[in-house]
């Protein structure tokens, strides 16, 4: 199985000036809990992502206002991508190797085409691969 077949086409974005008040209100438009920021050459390369958990640990946690914010202020980077054309394996290693839920997907170009989330692998792999990823998305990390 490949990546594309399980992935959302055309993710909603921000970029690195966009307000971290937008980023967020985005998050719940979307009901998702990662914005990609994309910016470079073309503006579609993805050059971070913002989580709810960048939100709360970066700026509410240490005091800063959110609302002076911008998503460059909160982003983690660099973002871990996959190709379209990549097998769901190949996907599942690099969320189980770098800990993570979502996965964003670019195209031959590198520009953004789609994301991959834990509940995407959830509903279209096998039972054992499931539980093995949500195990190891899940073990405990140093913060920061």
Known sequence: MKVD???TACPTFATAETSLREV??????????????LGGDSGRKPIGVVTDRDIVVRAVARGRNPLDLKARDCMTTPCITV??????????DAMEREQIRRVLVVDEEGNLCGIVAQA??????????????V??????????
């Open 135 to 144: 195990k190891i998305i899940s073990s405990p990390v140093d913060l920061i």
């Open 24 to 37: 967020a209100q985005m998050m719940v438009d979307m009901d998702c809990g990662q914005i990609p920021v």
């Open 120 to 133: 995407d692998v959830a509903r279209s792999a096998k039972t054992s691969k499931t539980a093995e990823v």
């Open 83 to 92: 190709k379209a054309g990549d097998s769901l394996t190949h996907c599942c």
């Open 5 to 7: 077949s399980v992935m």
